[in-house]
Structure formats: C-alpha cells, structure tokens
C-alpha cells in the first residue's frame, strides 16, 4: 500500500513539474479585483492622455472583447494592467508564465494598491483621494482573508492572510460588503490572462518604473517579421525563445546580433532578461 501511494506522489510531482516548465492554463502571477454593477462604476476618465495608457474602447457584445484601459504597472514593468470599463473590474498578471512572483518582488497588494491610486488620479472611478486609499485598504485586508476563520480547513491549502492577497482569479466587492463580511477564500493565487492582452498594450512604459541601470538593459529592435536584433549581446549568446504560455519554441545563439523567432507574439529568454517580442 504504501509502494502505491508513493507512486501517486511522485506521479502528481512529475506531472507538476512539466505544468510549471510549460504551463498550458491561462493562469498567471497576479489577481483581479471586481466591483458590482453599481457600486464603483469605471469610466475613460483622464486615462487616455497618457502616453503610456492605451485605450480600448471596443462596443461589442461579445464578453471575450476588452473595453477599458490597458499599460503597464507604474512600479514593475513586467506585470500589465487592464481596467474594463464595462464590466468594472482591475485585472493584473505577469507577462512572464514562468513567474510565481512579481519579477521585480512586488507584492500583489503594493500593486493592486497602487495601480488603483492611479486609476483614482486619472478618474477612472470618480471618488476622493482619501475615500479611494480608504476604500482600496479595506478591499486588500477582505482580499487577505479579513475576519473570516480559516483554520479549519485543509492545512495544504491555507496561507497565512498576513503574507500577501491570495485570492484565486478574482475577487468581488459590493454593497453587501459594507455591512456583511467579505473575505478571500485561501487558496493558490493567480489571476485569468485577458485575450489577446499582447495586443492591446501601448508601445510605450511609464517613466517612473523602477528599473534596472540602463547599462545592463538589453535593447532589442525588430529589423523585420521574425527576426530581432539585440545590440549589447555579445556573439554566440545563448537564447530561448518561448511563445506566451510558456511553451518552448526554439532555441540557439545570437548571429551577428540576429535572433529569428517563430512566431510572434512570444518571449525571448537571453542574458537573465525576459522580453516580450512582439
């Protein structure tokens, strides 16, 4: 009995294994917040003159289409952040599939907290500054497993509500959270990709990223479909390329700065950095 049970284990662990090297779910780092229906109502606001703020307003019916704003975190660049309009709800993940963590070692709730400041700023949602820092504080800490006891379930799947937001795929506030409790269920963290989220991004990044020096930034240009030049890898650097599920596609070294990519969008793994090639 025992001899199968380690089978099992080490079954799970192999299977595991190869999910975490090439993910096939649309899971990633990070979690989404939504509003009810009346209750934060979302607008364009502001948000649409800034450069590093693309807006999407598209008016079909259809729920896999995205109205709302779209960029890139104002405090780590590999995490993105799409705002819908329509449905009132803040989505954050990492670009990176590969990634458990913020890259940048952000956590969820500095991030969630932040981009929804900003999104107050811009008057995405129209309500006060101090309202917004209040309101966004509660959320986190129902987020975090507020009042509600968790101990007694499956010990595997608790995590400690004092670590970081935790809630799996989203999270809803509404009207009834103001006078009844409201709290995350503990469980693995994650937030759902938005289709096509490559393509709604704008080309541009906010300048106030905290970044690396820029003398250890790799800079990689496209010179045509399917073929990236990278300017500060030396020859015969090693690369891979990954497409946006993490699945490998191709492998090699740079030739005279060149790296021919199968397809894009997809993710080139050089040097320690990751860049979205698209």
């Known amino acids: 009995m025992k001899k199968v049970l380690l ?4 079954f799970s662990a192999l299977l595991f294994a190869a999910e ?15 509003f009810g229906p009346s209750y934060l109502p979302f607008q364009f606001g502001n948000a649409c003159s800034k450069d590093f703020v693309n807006c999407v307003k598209d008016t079909a019916s259809s729920y896999e289409s995205f109205n709302g704003i779209a960029y ?30 913020s890259p ?25 500054k101090d309202s917004a820092s209040t309101l966004i504080d509660r959320i986190i800490f129902e987020m975090q497993g ?5 101990n007694g379930i ?14 799996a795929i989203s999270f809803t506030h509404d009207e009834y959270c103001d006078s009844l409790e409201c709290c995350g269920s503990p469980v693995d963290g994650g937030a759902v990709m938005v289709d096509n989220w490559w393509t709604l ?4 990044k906010p300048t106030s990223i905290l970044s690396k020096p820029a003398t250890s930034r790799l800079r990689v240009s496209r010179l045509r479909p399917g073929i990236f030049y990278c300017d500060s890898a030396p020859q015969g650097t090693p690369y891979k390329v990954f497409d ?35």
């Open 7 to 10: 089978m099992v284990v080490l």
């Open 20 to 34: 975490f090297e090439n993910p096939q779910t649309p899971l990633r780092f990070g979690t989404q917040l939504v």
């Open 72 to 101: 890139y975190s104002t405090i780590d660049s590999n995490i993105v952040v799409f705002a819908s309009v329509e449905y009132s709800k803040i989505t954050l993940f990492s670009i990176y599939p590969f990634s458990l963590s």
């Open 104 to 128: 940048m070692g952000t956590s969820l709730k500095d991030l969630l907290r932040n981009e929804f400041m900003n999104l107050q700023e811009w008057g995405v949602f129209d309500i006060s």
């Open 146 to 150: 507020g009042e509600c006891d968790w």
């Open 154 to 167: 499956d010990d595997s799947s608790y995590i400690n509500a004092n670590i970081d937001i935790f809630d």
């Open 201 to 204: 991004l704008p080309e541009k």
């Open 244 to 278: 946006v599920n993490g699945i490998l596609l191709k492998q090699g070294q740079t030739e005279n700065g060149q790296i021919i990519v199968p397809k894009t969008p997809s993710i080139l793994d050089i040097q320690n950095q990751k860049i979205l090639l698209k």
